[in-house]
């Protein structure tokens, strides 16, 4: 079954610090691949997508992801996060191509103390 | 403004009544997606709708559990006969209608079910 892991649950970092949110998922053909963000008592925003092309994604707000085929991975990264920062972060797939359902990993609760 | 709409927000409802939740997507959008988010777990897909079709749902539970989306009006998510597992977030996504295959799903806030 198609399925989407991110690593950690929950992450703590200081302002300024480095993001790297790890996400594997398991999809063996052409995979589309997304990053949400779901600010407290949000909906859902599109951070960043990719269906292909430049395997380095540029996304909102400073954040980009890379995808990496070999590893069947779509780590998200920023090199200096804030305060403003602080949220729960979902990964998703597709099969690409297709309009379906997407895979989602069971989150990343990250919370940026100043 | 989140541009996909649902109510209402929370719901709270007995073990055995019935629960509808409601969704109107983004202007111009004619896929809607329904998604449950049990607690401490990721967003699971159950069902992919189009206009007055049922595209996909494997993701719905065999019983109790009916959608659909009509020709005017929002999609409606309809659970009957609820039970304590139904208690979760169900969050509708919609995409545009259009020729190109590769469209991000676009989210509304969610409605927050509790069943007592």
């Known amino acids: 079954a198609q399925s989407v892991s991110q690593h950690n649950h929950h992450v703590i970092l200081s302002e300024a610090a480095s993001l790297e949110l790890g996400c594997n998922y398991s999809y063996g053909g052409t995979v589309n691949l997304f990053w949400y963000v779901q600010y407290p008592g949000q909906h859902l925003q599109l951070l960043l997508k990719y269906f292909s092309g430049d395997p380095l994604v540029k996304g909102i707000k400073g954040f980009e992801a890379e995808f990496i085929k070999s590893k069947f991975s779509f780590n998200l990264r920023k090199p200096s996060v804030q305060w403003s920062d602080t949220a729960e972060y979902f990964c998703a797939a597709k099969e690409g191509g297709g309009a379906d359902g997407l895979t989602f990993g069971k989150g990343t609760h990250l919370i940026i103390q100043p | 403004n989140a541009g996909v709409m649902q109510n209402p927000r929370h719901l709270v409802r007995r073990r055995g009544q019935e629960a509808r939740l409601r969704c109107s997507p983004m202007k111009g959008h004619s896929h809607v997606y329904w998604y449950r988010q049990l607690p401490e777990e990721g967003l699971k897909f159950m069902v992919y709708?189009?206009?007055?079709?049922?595209?996909?749902e494997s993701g719905m539970p065999k019983e109790r559990f009916s959608a659909e989306f009509p020709k005017e009006g929002p999609s409606i998510l309809r659970i009957q006969q609820v039970v304590r597992g139904d208690s979760a977030a169900y969050f509708c996504?919609?995409?545009?209608?259009?020729?190109?295959?590769?469209?991000?799903?676009?989210f509304g806030d969610g409605t927050r079910l509790s069943i007592l």
């Open positions: 709708l189009q206009k007055e079709n049922i595209i996909d």
């Open positions: 996504a919609s995409s545009p209608r259009t020729l190109r295959r590769n469209q991000p799903q676009h």
